[in-house]
């Protein structure tokens, strides 16, 4: 007898089981003499090793196709079980949208929806440290996100780290109530509403309290090797020239990094300048180093978010003009 444990972390167990475990009595009708079990995210397969070995294959393809895809009919589970004779058509798990991340809470489809957000994807497909830079909205941060989370389900890395600079608006942690965390938290809070979309909640509590999803702010990056991780240094535009030197020379041999910002939301004090333009500006040639510009027909906001940019883009260019003017009448 074979024994062999699958595991179905990477997929919603309803989509797998289906309503009233309808789908899972057809795997088993499917394989009568294997012993088939469920618990949790795990299935228990027990028989002859061929019979254990044909059941492993059509079920990996199941949750390939669940990983892409996210809902699977029962027509399509069945088909891809294959028939009687045991062939699987494996043309029907071949996705032909490949802008799918992956899928989040109750099945949701986290995908990258514009032109840029599809090429920082691919970037990060092919770079171990990726500069995503542009305005607000345009899901720079959440798109980073999903990848890390996708990374954490495939196993290419042991963890994720996302880690900001605590600084904002002006404002002085010194000033708000409550512990360093009750301080610190409220800066962090688009990292959790990404991750609160595409974990569920019992297991996004397991990892962050076992560590194997960590949010902390850029200080406490501070001598540390980052590796094996996929970490994410989110609002890099408030970082200073040393904070991004020292971010990106944590880096380890089997992490990889995404830095993102946005130039036009610069919080640091006057007398402080912002180290991401020059870091992606003397980092710009080197190889596995991608650097993506975002822009506002990537907002995916409310669509008048993508207006309010323009405006201020535009009151922007016409205050540069008149200093240039006013310069120039200077000069005279």
């Known amino acids: 007898m074979t024994e062999q444990i699958i595991n179905l972390e990477t997929v919603n167990p309803i989509e797998f089981f289906g309503v009233n475990n309808n789908k899972f009595d057809i795997l088993k009708k499917k394989f009568p003499l294997l012993k088939i079990l469920s618990r949790g995210s795990l299935i228990k397969l027990t028989g002859k090793a061929e019979d254990v070995m044909m059941a492993n294959e059509k079920i990996g393809l199941i949750i390939q196709y669940l990983e892409r895809n996210g809902h699977l009919s029962e027509n399509y589970f069945s088909k891809i079980l294959g028939d009687d004779d045991g062939i699987i058509d494996e043309k029907i798990v071949e996705d032909p949208n490949n802008d799918i991340i992956v899928f989040g809470q109750n099945g949701k489809i986290i995908k990258a929806k514009t032109r840029n957000q599809k090429l920082l994807v691919s970037a990060a497909d092919k770079n171990d440290i990726i500069f995503a830079v542009g305005p607000a909205g345009t899901g720079k941060t959440y798109t980073a996100v999903a990848l890390a989370v996708r990374a954490l389900k495939n196993k290419s890395v042991k963890k994720i ?73 989110d609002e890099a535009q408030n970082t200073t020239e040393l904070q991004i030197k020292m971010f990106l020379t944590r880096i380890g041999p089997s992490a990889k990094a995404i830095i993102t910002g946005d130039m036009t939301q610069i919080d640091l004090p006057k007398n402080q300048t912002s180290g991401l333009g020059k870091a992606i500006h003397i980092l710009r040639h080197i190889s596995g180093i991608s650097h993506i510009e975002l822009d506002g027909e990537d907002v995916v906001r409310h669509r008048l978010v993508k207006e309010i940019i323009k405006a201020y883009h535009k009151a922007s260019e016409e205050t540069d003009k008149k200093k240039e003017v006013h310069h120039e009448d200077k000069k005279k």
């Open 161 to 233: 780290i996302l880690t900001r600079p605590a600084v904002e608006a002006g404002e002085s942690l010194g000033f708000l109530p409550g512990d360093l965390k009750e301080k610190i938290d409220p800066y962090l809070r688009p990292l959790y509403d990404a991750l609160d979309d595409m974990i569920p909640p019992d297991k996004l509590n397991y990892y962050m309290t076992n560590r194997v999803i960590e949010i902390a702010p850029l200080a406490y990056m501070r001598g540390r090797t980052l590796d094996n991780a996929f970490i994410i240094l």
